[in-house]
């Protein structure tokens, strides 16, 4: 079993749509991360946490929430999806020194 | 604008030959870098790492120069096989100590051709 699971893998949606993607992690990490890639952008930070109680934003925090229900589990809101928020879509933890172990994607369409 | 963004920079190799890929990076304070190899629809997945104490590290096949002067970091990889085809990231970490997050390059496509 992957130690970075994410789900749904792939999701399309239409515009105004809430959508939800969820973490959860077997690595016994504090850490956790959302991170979006475009095609040819690289990974943008949009939101971390560095514990249960601890929720910062990232480079790309608008237009996204978070939540942080347990050390294992870290999810990621969309209120009202656009289309560019298109994009493929990586969770990933971390200890505190700092390597981070990715889960293999949410590939989000907005129509 | 997306349009440019879309072309990553690509080194196309023959089996065997080495391959060097290069990465600039941004901050000076930065003190821990990592290399990432992403395969088509996979995640990230961990190379190698160096601390800015260091300006070599070696690994199986691949090793990571850090040149601090000009804020330069390269990732070479021996023998390149078929397999070693990817996408590979450098990545540094930013902020204060111990609280740092991993800002990403753009990356850079690598074909290696059998």
């Known amino acids: 079993d992957a130690d970075v699971t994410q789900t749904p893998r792939n999701r399309i949606t239409k515009t105004g749509k809430r959508i939800m993607l969820e973490c959860s992690q077997t690595?016994?990490?504090?850490?956790m991360y959302w991170y979006r890639q475009d095609p040819g952008l690289g990974l943008r930070l949009i939101y971390y946490?560095?514990?249960?109680?601890?929720?910062n934003k990232g480079e790309i925090s608008d237009g996204y929430s978070v939540s942080r229900q347990a050390q294992a589990k870290f999810s990621l809101s969309l209120e009202s999806a656009i289309p560019n928020q298109t994009a493929l879509y990586f969770c990933?933890?971390?200890?505190?020194?700092?390597?981070?172990?990715f889960g293999e994607g949410s590939r989000l369409t907005v129509l | 604008g997306e349009s440019v963004g879309l072309h990553l920079p690509t080194l196309s190799v023959q089996e065997g030959d080495n391959s060097i890929i290069n990465c600039a990076y941004s901050?000076?304070?930065?003190?821990?870098f990592i290399w990432y190899k992403q395969e088509s629809g996979k995640g990230p997945q961990f190379i190698i790492d160096?601390?800015?104490?260091?300006d070599k590290r070696q690994g199986q096949r691949v090793t990571v120069l850090l040149n601090k002067t000009v804020k330069h970091l390269s990732l070479q990889i021996a023998a390149t096989q078929p397999g070693d085809s990817a996408v590979y990231f450098c990545?540094?970490?930013?902020?204060?100590?111990?609280?740092?997050?991993?800002?990403f390059g753009k990356g850079t496509m690598l074909l290696v051709s059998p």
């Open positions: 990933a933890t971390s200890d505190f020194k700092g390597e981070l172990f």
């Open positions: 690595k016994g990490h504090d850490r």
């Open positions: 946490s560095f514990d249960v109680k601890d929720i």
């Open positions: 901050n000076s304070a930065s003190d821990y």
């Open positions: 160096i601390r800015s104490n260091m």
């Open positions: 990545a540094e970490n930013r902020g204060r100590s111990g609280y740092s997050t991993l800002t």
